[in-house]
């Protein structure tokens, strides 16, 4: 204790801060370069930033990764407190620091290369250090304004958006963490740059980027507006007359008979060769066709055996998604606009359908620079691009993934599911945002996936309060928790109330 009192007070004449930051502990035990254990002598939470000065690298930035109460109360002592009697517990208080470094001369981040002294002060750490360490930086021109840092609401955080439309993004979290909610933030975000992006949206939760949200306290602490994007933002879909959107058709033309085949689930040994007669003979005598007239076809045939391809056809015809004359491309992408897929109510194959046909368009006429950079944005991406089973869609999202970044094509993954995402996609993704998460096979997913990650943070992530995320990659150095902040439009994903 005497050595501990000594060190202490050699730190505080030399090495005292510029500003009085508090003392929160004081460094005990083994000690390594990476982490160390300190007692807490002041207010300190997991999560929290301290900085704590080495002889040879100077002010070094630490996380506090783990918090632990140690006492000499026991089963006795315990029995004894329950009958009233007086019983003297001693506590003590420890956290984990694990060492994120300091900026040397060049502005590289570097670790130190021997531990720290036993004994040394830990402070809070300074905000202005945060950020030169951490490497935050007001890119309020180039970037995604999404939040504060986790209990630093001085700090914003911005995104930037080239990264993510370069090197696409992933958003992670179970039902109800508020995946929809943060995919909102980020949509803003792209509107306001005049960033042109695609949304699949599955349930029709982003039509409500058209209207302003209510005015709340936390717009003000935010430092953002409520308002609406309504000019700049287009809807389709199959179902026009249930999503009040624009027509979204397809033309046969554009399918080959075995993708047409591989929609309907059928056999393709047994009706792709009747199905491609029908077609071809439609094709030499119409510059259009429809679904009815292949059906017309194959019934003048007058085989029972093509039953169950007719019946598949009438199908395909009473979901409308087929016509003389598809929705073109031009129509859809519009430079510094938004465009929503909405696809509530749509059956799920050809949800599958629509996303393979407008993602293969989109690469295309991007790889022939026909239409701007755009993002693509896929909500609930494990129904297109599965882990396990098949989705017509996988392919095409796959080549978008390791491709589409030479294109100008970014996208962005959207999952309460991780672990039932395709790896091949998700690994693509530079930068990830998860949101809580507490299913084991996902956590693993996460963990495998996620640079810098510590066992602290994982298990933090099963914790994690509704709109606080954790943000890594891009030009964000190392793992950051963020609050999200408030949205400026209506949230779309509200959870039905029934009583």
């Not at 709340?216 to 409520?226: L, R």
């Not at 989109?362 to 022939?368: G, N, T």
Request: include cysteine.
């Amino acid at each position: 204790m005497e050595v501990a009192d000594e060190s202490v007070s050699m730190g505080e004449s030399i090495h005292t801060p510029a500003r009085d930051l508090g003392k929160v502990g004081i460094i005990y035990g083994d000690i390594g370069t990476t982490e160390f254990t300190c007692t807490v002598v002041g207010a300190l939470e997991q999560g929290d930033y301290v900085q704590v000065y080495h002889e040879r690298a100077g002010w070094v930035l630490g996380r506090v990764d783990e918090i632990k109460r140690k006492t000499n109360l026991t089963l006795d002592k315990a029995q004894a407190l329950l009958k009233g009697h007086d019983v003297d517990v001693e506590e003590k208080v420890s956290a984990k620091i694990i060492v994120i470094g300091y900026r040397d001369e060049k502005g590289l981040l570097q670790y130190p290369r021997t531990p720290f002294s036993v004994g040394s002060i830990v402070y809070r750490a300074e905000e202005d250090f945060i950020k030169k360490v951490i490497g935050i930086e007001d890119i309020r021109s180039t970037g995604a304004y999404i939040g504060r840092l986790f209990r630093y609401r001085r700090i914003p955080i911005y995104i930037d958006i080239n990264i993510l439309v370069q090197k696409h993004v992933s958003v992670l979290a179970k039902t109800g963490a508020g995946k929809s909610y943060l995919t909102g933030v980020l949509l803003e975000e792209l509107l306001k740059h005049d960033v042109t992006a695609v949304v699949i949206d599955p349930h029709g939760e982003y039509p409500s980027l058209k209207t302003p949200a209510k005015k709340t306290k936390a717009h003000e602490e935010f430092g953002v507006k409520p308002r609406g994007y309504a000019s700049k933002i287009k809807i389709f879909s199959p179902d026009t007359e249930l999503n009040k959107a624009k027509p979204l058709k397809f033309t046969l033309a554009s399918l080959t008979p075995r993708e047409l085949i591989s929609l309907m689930n059928l056999d393709a040994r047994q009706y792709l060769i009747p199905l491609r007669k029908a077609m071809d003979l439609l094709r030499t005598s119409k510059q259009f066709f429809t679904v009815r007239d292949m059906i017309r076809v194959l019934e003048s045939e007058d085989s029972p055996a093509l039953a169950p391809l007719i019946s598949q056809l009438e199908y395909l015809a009473d979901m409308g998604i087929f016509a003389r004359k598809g929705t073109r491309i031009d129509e859809i992408v519009e430079k510094g606009k938004l465009s929503i897929i909405n696809l509530r109510g749509v059956p799920p194959d050809i949800q599958e359908l629509v996303v393979q046909r407008l993602s293969i368009a989109l690469f295309e006429l991007r790889k022939r620079n026909k239409i701007p950079p755009l993002m693509l944005v896929v909500e609930e991406a494990h129904n297109y691009a599965p882990q396990q089973g098949k989705s017509s869609a996988t392919k095409i999202l796959r080549t978008i993934a390791s491709e589409g970044r030479k294109f100008g094509l970014g996208l962005c993954i959207i999952s309460q599911r991780p672990a039932k995402v395709d790896k091949n996609i998700l690994s693509q993704c530079n930068t990830q945002i998860i949101l809580r998460v507490t299913n084991p096979n996902d956590l693993k997913a996460i963990g495998n996936s996620v640079e810098g990650l510590t066992k602290g943070s994982l298990e933090e992530i099963q914790r994690l309060p509704v709109g606080v995320a954790l943000v890594t990659g891009g030009n964000i150095s190392m793992p950051l928790f963020v609050e999200i902040r408030p949205r400026e439009t209506k949230h779309g994903g509200e959870s039905v109330r029934v009583v």
